[in-house]
């Protein structure tokens, strides 16, 4: 099993920035993707980003591009994704997923779940 927790949500102006960090523990084992969704009321959750265990192949979402970038320090347990010219449409509740697979984008591989941190960006 794999612990993961979600911190750096907040309330954030539109134009803004936030830092959300995902630190897991538990049976970590070399390989696994880290990926970030989100879910937002009355909509499904999606794949925001997602990077390998090398950091070497990375996925971020349309939506995304050139505003979000998505890091892990493996040395210490810990992926971040950083969120830059936040946009209202990006409030959600964004968890953090790892995929032992490895595999960045294929969502259905990512089995271990975060408990959500809420983003709300306000116009």
């Known amino acids: 099993q794999v612990q993961l927790v979600e911190s750096g949500g907040g309330l954030v102006q539109a134009g803004g920035s936030l830092r959300l960090s995902c630190a897991a523990s538990g049976q970590i084992v070399s390989g696994y993707a880290v990926g970030w969704f989100r879910q937002a009321p009355g909509k499904e959750r999606g794949l925001v980003a997602a990077?390998?265990?090398?950091?070497?192949?990375?996925y971020l979402a349309d939506s995304v591009k050139g505003r979000f970038t998505i890091s892990r320090d493996n040395a210490k347990n810990t992926v971040s994704l950083q969120m830059n010219s936040l946009k209202p449409e990006d409030t959600a509740v964004y968890y953090c997923a790892a995929n032992p697979r490895g595999s960045v984008p294929t969502q259905a591989l990512y089995i271990y779940w975060g408990q959500g941190t809420q983003v709300t960006v306000s116009s």
């Open positions: 990077i390998s265990w090398s950091g070497g192949s990375t």
